[in-house]
């Protein structure tokens, strides 16, 4: 059973850093492709980043130059590096694992607030 639990959330003064990690189970974590998505307070779920098992990213354009996705195959472990944040990026930031294109799993998700 697939198994993804993030970590690092919390409150943050605008301008400030924060490490998201999202520890995979159940997995061959290294042959999946790891996203991270975020839902704020009255909106929907968005993309926020990807990195495929090459280790190629990606980033939505909210976020590019600020954020920075990685990975740990050794540790089965994704991170996003929160860098310069703002409070429109105060959400609950998910990690989701994909197998190609097929969904593997969801993690529980871990709050962000970013104060002004």
């Known amino acids: 059973q697939v198994h993804l639990v993030e970590s690092g959330g919390g409150l943050v003064q605008a301008g400030g850093s924060l490490r998201l990690s999202c520890v995979a189970s159940?997995?061959?974590?290294?042959?999946?492709?790891m996203d991270w998505y975020r839902q704020g307070p009255g909106k929907q779920r968005e993309y926020v980043a990807l990195?495929?098992?090459?280790?190629?990213?990606n980033y939505a354009e909210s976020v590019k130059g600020r954020f920075t996705i990685s990975r740990d195959n050794a540790k089965n472990t994704v991170y996003l590096q929160m860098n310069s944040l703002k409070p429109e990026d105060t959400a609950v930031y998910y990690c989701?694992?994909?197998?190609?294109?097929?969904?593997?799993?969801w993690g529980q998700g871990t709050q962000v607030t970013v104060s002004s």
């Open positions: 989701k694992a994909r197998l190609g294109a097929v969904v593997r799993g």
């Open positions: 159940g997995i061959i974590f290294s042959t999946h492709n």
């Open positions: 990195i495929t098992t090459a280790g190629s990213t």
